[in-house]
């Protein structure tokens, strides 16, 4: 990866933690399994700050708003896009995206989560996972940047399910 972060598009992240320590995850629409689930995260507007950010692209892609600040990232996280990667991003010149990650604690109920809060969803099903699965579930040119971030915040996550 580059050092040259003015090379990756602004963005931020969201690990959104249940009370009991499990986190939120979202199924990308049209994206064939099995790494096709994520946290929610998006683009950072210019001047925009980025808890705000944050904020923002958890309410419109999941519709959640009762939210408790938990901890943020101190550095910006970097992926790379693979090689012939066709997005839109990549398409506009970006060799990947540089992003700051946020932890919240949901204080809402799950009825909350609506997927098509803000125009065409990112989102097609979500659940309730383990922190140490989401790297596992994830695409794997994001999977280095998700075991930073699982790394930076288990200590607000559930370890294991007890049966």
């Not at 995850?25 to 950010?53: K, Y």
């Not at 970006?94 to 609506?114: C, L, N, P, T």
Request: no cysteine; aromatic share 14%; hydrophobic share 40%.
């Amino acid at each position: 990866m580059s050092q040259d972060l003015d090379l990756y598009r602004p963005n931020v992240g969201v690990v959104l933690f249940h009370p009991d320590g499990r986190v939120w995850l979202g199924r990308r629409v049209s994206t064939p399994g099995p790494h096709n689930w994520q946290f929610p995260q998006g683009g950072v507007d210019p001047g925009e700050d980025l808890e705000a950010a944050a904020r923002r692209e958890l309410a419109e892609e999941t519709g959640a708003t009762r939210i408790a600040f938990l901890g943020r990232t101190d550095d910006w996280v970097a992926y790379d896009f693979p090689a012939g990667h066709g997005g839109s991003k990549a398409l506009r010149g970006w060799k990947g995206q540089k992003q700051v990650w946020f932890a919240f604690r949901f204080e809402g109920e799950d009825a909350d989560f609506d997927l098509t809060a803000h125009g065409p969803p990112e989102f097609d099903a979500w659940r309730w996972a383990l922190l140490a699965e989401a790297a596992e579930l994830i695409v794997p040119f994001k999977r280095a940047a998700y075991e930073r971030v699982v790394e930076a915040f288990g200590s607000f996550a559930a370890t294991a399910r007890r049966g």
